[in-house]
Every structure is written in structure tokens, then in C-alpha cells.
């Protein structure tokens, strides 16, 4: 039996010690200027300053939260329990009235508050300053994109939580961190694109979709490209992706499926 209140207990811990630390506040600035710079600043390149649409905002955002938030999750979950361990405090926060679930638990959900946190503080802002420029069915769109983001942060959240249980100490822990940013965020669709290549598109209308699907990195990115008529264009794997696969509710499954993965997997070492 799950008590809730001791994972309130935990979370709650782990959210003030992010407050304390001025963490939040540091990565929702970061993600308000970013995200003020590409609003504004994206169209320099095309002899243009200022907002243009909230699709090319979007898009824009898009490429910046793939690269950023998924470094940020593991760099803020990946000691959550090594770290406990090495400290010597895991012994003691085990011999209370609290099962490893619940721990974890407690753990990841006070890591995903700070983190949702941040991101709805730094890119709500940009939307509160889109609001009276652009239509509500374009603010429903902007919304949709805050909070896939959030569902985003919390899959690296949890990837970071598994290595954390996983590996002897912090060193390895922040190792193979940085080693998932780097497949899931760069080597994965490199690989990808490559096979497609030596292949001659062979297998691009039926096998390379459903590969899409194994990095939460592409459903990120395809969640908000199907969402609206112009982005389907704005990306060149648009256009080997078919609008089966694209259904928001099937891909918003996917996401939450690799949140619930890597935790099962910590759960499962953690004892």
C-alpha cells in the first residue's frame, strides 16, 4: 500500500532544496531569454525583428527545448539517489517508515515540480506577451507545446532517476547522463537518416516512423510539427511521417510510456 503522504513528504523536500539552491529560478530565466530571443530575434536572419507567428515561434522553440531541456532533466536527476548513497543518507531514509517506491516517487515527482515549474514560468511569459497579439486558438496551440515540453522534461526526469539507481557512483551516473543526451538528442536521428540514406528510402514509409517513436526526442518534436498545417512542411521528417502515427493522443501515450518505463526499470534495481 502506497502512502501518499510520505511521498508528499519527499517531493516537497527535494522542491524546497531546488528553491533554496536558486535553481528553479536560474533555469526559468534561462528559458524566458532563450525564449524571448528566438520570439523576437529567430526572422534576423531573413532581415526581420519582431513576432511573426506563433507556428514559426513554436518551431523555433521546439529545436531549443530538444537540446535544453533534456541536458537540464539529467543534469538535475541523475545523483537524485547515487548521491543519497554516497552521502550515507540513503541507509538512514531507508530505515524509516518508507518503502523504495515511495521513495523514488517522492524523489521524481518533487524533481518534476521544479522542472515544470521553470518551464512554465520562463515560456508562459513569452505567451502572456504573445496574448494580445495572436488568436486563442494559436495561445490553445502555444499551450499544447508548454505542456509537451513538460511531459519531455519529465521522461529525461525519469531516464535520469533509473541511471541514478543503476550506476555505483556519481561519476558514472553523470557519465551515462551525458552519454543519453547525446543519443537520444544528437546520434539517434543521425543514425536514422544514415540508414535511410544507404538504404535508398527503402524502408522510409514503414519501418522509419515506427523508429521514430523509440526516441521521446521525435515524438517531441512530431507532437508539435502535426499540430498545425505549416509545420508539417517546416521539417524534413515531416514527410516520411504518416498522419496515422501522429494522432496527439497516441504519441502523448508514447511520452508517458517512457516516463513510467525507466522508473519501473529503478524500481525494479532499486530492490
Same mark, same amino acid.
Given at each position: ?22 535553481? $528553479?529560478?536560474?533555469?526559468? $530565466? ?8 528566438? *520570439?523576437?530575434?529567430? %526572422? ?104 509537451? %515540453? ?10 535520469? @532517476? ?34 535511410? @540514406? ?27 510539427? &502535426? ?29 508517458? *510510456? ?11 534495481? &532499486?530492490?
Amino acid at each position: 500500500m502506497i502512502e501518499l503522504s510520505q511521498i508528499k513528504v519527499i517531493a516537497a523536500k527535494e522542491f524546497r532544496d531546488r528553491i533554496r539552491n536558486r535553481w $528553479v529560478i536560474a533555469v526559468a $530565466v534561462i528559458f524566458t531569454l532563450f525564449a524571448l530571443a528566438i *520570439t523576437y530575434l529567430g %526572422a534576423a536572419q531573413q532581415g526581420e525583428v519582431g513576432f511573426r507567428n506563433i507556428e514559426f515561434t513554436i518551431a523555433s522553440l521546439v529545436s531549443l527545448v530538444i537540446y535544453l531541456i533534456p541536458l537540464i532533466a539529467l543534469i538535475l536527476g541523475y545523483d537524485a539517489i547515487v548521491g543519497e548513497r554516497e552521502r550515507g543518507s540513503l541507509d538512514l531514509l531507508l530505515s524509516m517508515p518508507i518503502t523504495r517506491l515511495e521513495l523514488l516517487l517522492g524523489k521524481f515527482a518533487g524533481l518534476s515540480t521544479a522542472l515544470a515549474c521553470s518551464t512554465l514560468a520562463g515560456f508562459g511569459l513569452v505567451g502572456l506577451l504573445l496574448a494580445g497579439q495572436t488568436s486563442p486558438e494559436a495561445l490553445y496551440h502555444y499551450a499544447g507545446f508548454m505542456l509537451s %515540453a513538460i511531459l519531455f522534461g519529465m521522461v529525461f526526469l525519469s531516464l535520469a @532517476v533509473m541511471v541514478s539507481v543503476i550506476a555505483r557512483d556519481r561519476a558514472r551516473a553523470s557519465g551515462a547522463a551525458i552519454a543519453l543526451w547525446f543519443l537520444f538528442v544528437l546520434v539517434y536521428d543521425l543514425v536514422l537518416l544514415g540508414l535511410l @540514406v544507404l538504404s535508398g528510402g527503402a524502408f522510409g514509409e514503414e519501418l522509419f516512423p515506427l523508429l521514430l517513436l523509440f526516441n521521446p526526442a521525435d515524438i517531441f518534436r512530431i507532437l508539435n510539427i &502535426f499540430n498545425m498545417e505549416e509545420l508539417r512542411h517546416f521539417y524534413g521528417l515531416a514527410t516520411v511521417f504518416p498522419a496515422s502515427l501522429s494522432n496527439p493522443w497516441l504519441l502523448g501515450g508514447m511520452m508517458i *510510456t517512457w516516463i513510467v518505463a525507466p522508473l519501473a526499470i529503478a524500481l525494479w534495481r &532499486f530492490k
